[in-house]
């Protein structure tokens, strides 16, 4: 059942990584995975949180860094656990021998894979941003489930990193909400009640 499931997922990266590659998609998804990079995401959110509300910005944006953070920790933690090659290394016979072809795009990345940070982070993003502007909470989920992607066609992930990385940005973002609100320190967009 395991190798089942690993084989569809290599299937999937595969169908994904060169399926789809083309100078477009080449462009578009380079920049969607820089959005998932802490470097780019929390910069970015920071700005939006300020602009959209200034009078909460200070609870919002130590709400978002504590989730993000959290959640690094975890994602770190769990890659040297369980130590899952990246698809160049993971398949590096077949490409020796022709057989098998990985759109690269950035540096070539070739230990612990699963979970994917990348992926942890935007959806940790897009989980608090959610649930602190529920107007826009479509909006945050798509640009994360497109970044997710991104990891995928850039060949640094399979798809079962992409969402376990996914699935644990918004476990860790719900805990730290609730965490937040049980000590009273949430803040809710007086136009946009929260989701939870």
């Keep these: 059942m395991l190798n089942a499931i690993l084989d569809f997922d290599k299937s999937l990266f595969l169908a994904i990584n060169n399926g789809w590659a083309n100078p477009f ?20 959110t920071g700005i939006f949180l300020y602009v959209v509300d200034k009078q909460n910005f200070r609870r919002n944006f130590i709400l978002l860094l504590s989730a993000l953070l959290a959640g690094g920790i975890l994602v770190h933690l769990l890659k040297e656990i369980i130590d899952r090659p990246r698809p160049l290394s993971d398949m590096a016979e077949l490409i020796k021998e022709g057989k098998v072809h990985i759109n690269v795009i950035f540096e070539p990345l070739n ?16 989980t608090v941003l959610g649930y602190t502007y529920r107007k826009y909470i479509w909006i945050f989920f798509l640009i994360a489930f497109l970044s997710g992607i991104s990891r995928i066609y850039v060949g640094a992930h399979y798809p079962l990193d992409v969402l376990g990385g996914g699935i644990m940005g918004i476990i860790v973002s719900i805990a730290a909400i609730f965490t937040f609100k049980i000590k009273g320190w949430i803040v809710y967009d007086s136009k946009a009640k929260g989701v939870f």
Excluded: K
């Design 111 to 126: 230990i612990v894979s699963f979970p994917s940070g990348h992926s942890q982070t935007i959806f940790t993003a897009a």
């Design 25 to 44: 998609n080449d462009v578009l998804f380079a920049a969607l995975t820089l959005l998932g990079s802490d470097y780019a995401m929390i910069p970015i």
